[in-house]
């Protein structure tokens, strides 16, 4: 009887233990990897099953990498995530999960997922690599860097379309790198602005970077990356395009980007774009019906 009761609470002990460790991994913020899929949807290869195959585990090895990665941030910010009001809930700042373990687990992640990611070839692995060098020098310098933070953020943003391109072997598109750089600055931007409107006073204590940002300054660069992100898509679908039928998706990408700007500013969700996406409907109904026009535009008419 007793050692059943000793086996019950190890499954117990391990069950809880792996469910603080996905969480650790972010599994929500995964949909960032989403992008992998642009260049296969634009590229005219959604119909080949190899390439959304490749194009599928590729952005499997990018969510786990970034998981792992997503740990050591958390390790290194641990101390100011516990004077936050919702980062204190993170397995690492509430104690629940010790250091040592979730930092043996993020090692043996990013090992396995790099690895993985050579798999796909090397020019793929090589980007995988790139983003974990970029991710890793963010959480240890570059985020409490002015302008460069945000920059480095994007950067993150164009390598995952790159590894999409490559994966399937195709050229990666200037317009896809550009409109890439401005949409993820637009994100960046609203998501200081959200620390900044959460914190307070508190704020340059959570990130040193937050000092040199005012809330004036960051809506003078979102109403410059705003309409540059709208400008950069409607080039794009007027002139890049082998269809010029994609410029009736412009409302689409008008409506999602002036929704999540009132969403950043009234409800104050900025912060977590994942979040504002999966939590809002209207925002949701507008980029799954942008992708459903895509798809339909450049396979079906």
Same mark, same amino acid.
């Given at each position: 009887?007793?050692g059943?009761?000793? $086996?019950?609470?190890?499954?117990?002990? !391990?069950?809880? =233990?792996?469910?603080?460790?996905?969480?650790?991994? $972010?599994?929500?913020?995964?949909?960032?990897?989403?992008?992998?899929?642009?260049?296969?949807?634009?590229?005219?290869?959604?119909?080949?099953?190899? /390439?959304?195959?490749?194009?599928?585990l590729?952005?499997? !090895?990018? /969510?786990l990498?970034?998981?792992?990665?997503?740990? &050591? =941030?958390?390790?290194?910010? &641990?101390e100011?995530?516990?004077?936050?009001?919702?980062?204190? =809930? $993170?397995?690492?700042?509430?104690?629940?999960?010790?250091?040592?373990?979730?930092?043996? *687990?993020?090692?043996?992640?990013?090992?396995?997922? #790099?690895?993985?990611? !050579?798999?796909?070839?090397?020019?793929?692995?090589?980007?995988?690599?790139?983003?974990?060098? =970029?991710?890793?020098?963010?959480?240890?310098?570059?985020?409490?860097?002015?302008?460069?933070?945000?920059?480095?953020?994007?950067?993150? !943003?164009?390598?995952?379309?790159?590894?999409?391109?490559?994966?399937?072997?195709?050229?990666?598109?200037?317009?896809?790198? &550009?409109?890439?750089?401005?949409? /993820?600055? *637009?994100?960046? #931007?609203?998501?200081?602005?959200?620390? &900044?409107?959460?914190?307070?006073?508190?704020?340059?204590?959570?990130?040193?970077?937050?000092?040199?940002?005012?809330?004036?300054?960051?809506?003078?660069?979102?109403?410059?990356?705003?309409?540059?992100?709208?400008?950069?898509?409607?080039l794009y679908?007027?002139?890049?395009?082998?269809?010029?039928?994609?410029?009736?998706?412009?409302?689409?990408?008008? *409506?999602?980007?002036? $929704?999540?700007?009132?969403?950043?500013?009234?409800?104050?969700?900025?912060?977590?774009?994942?979040?504002?996406?999966?939590?809002?409907?209207?925002?949701?109904?507008?980029?799954?019906?942008?992708?459903?026009?895509?798809?339909?535009?450049?396979?079906?008419?």
């Amino acid at each position: 009887m007793e050692g059943t009761a000793t $086996r019950v609470a190890t499954v117990a002990r !391990f069950s809880g =233990n792996a469910k603080l460790l996905l969480t650790c991994l $972010r599994p929500k913020q995964w949909i960032k990897n989403g992008l992998l899929l642009a260049p296969l949807v634009f590229a005219g290869k959604l119909l080949e099953l190899d /390439s959304v195959l490749k194009v599928s585990l590729g952005a499997v !090895f990018f /969510s786990l990498l970034a998981g792992g990665l997503y740990i &050591i =941030n958390d390790a290194l910010d &641990i101390e100011r995530d516990k004077q936050h009001s919702t980062k204190c =809930n $993170r397995p690492l700042a509430s104690g629940k999960l010790s250091l040592p373990a979730a930092l043996s *687990f993020a090692a043996v992640v990013i090992s396995l997922s #790099l690895g993985a990611a !050579f798999t796909l070839g090397l020019p793929f692995g090589v980007i995988a690599a790139l983003y974990a060098a =970029n991710v890793l020098s963010y959480s240890l310098w570059i985020k409490h860097i002015v302008i460069l933070d945000v920059f480095s953020i994007s950067f993150g !943003f164009v390598l995952r379309a790159a590894a999409g391109a490559y994966v399937i072997n195709v050229g990666v598109s200037p317009w896809l790198v &550009i409109c890439t750089i401005c949409l /993820s600055l *637009f994100l960046g #931007l609203t998501k200081r602005r959200a620390e &900044i409107a959460s914190l307070k006073d508190d704020a340059t204590s959570h990130r040193r970077a937050l000092e040199h940002y005012s809330l004036p300054l960051l809506d003078k660069m979102i109403a410059v990356v705003t309409p540059s992100t709208l400008m950069c898509y409607s080039l794009y679908t007027f002139t890049a395009s082998s269809d010029y039928r994609l410029m009736y998706t412009i409302p689409l990408v008008i *409506f999602g980007m002036l $929704r999540y700007l009132y969403l950043a500013e009234s409800k104050d969700v900025a912060g977590a774009p994942e979040t504002a996406l999966l939590g809002d409907v209207p925002l949701l109904t507008a980029v799954l019906w942008w992708g459903l026009c895509v798809v339909t535009i450049v396979y079906f008419v």
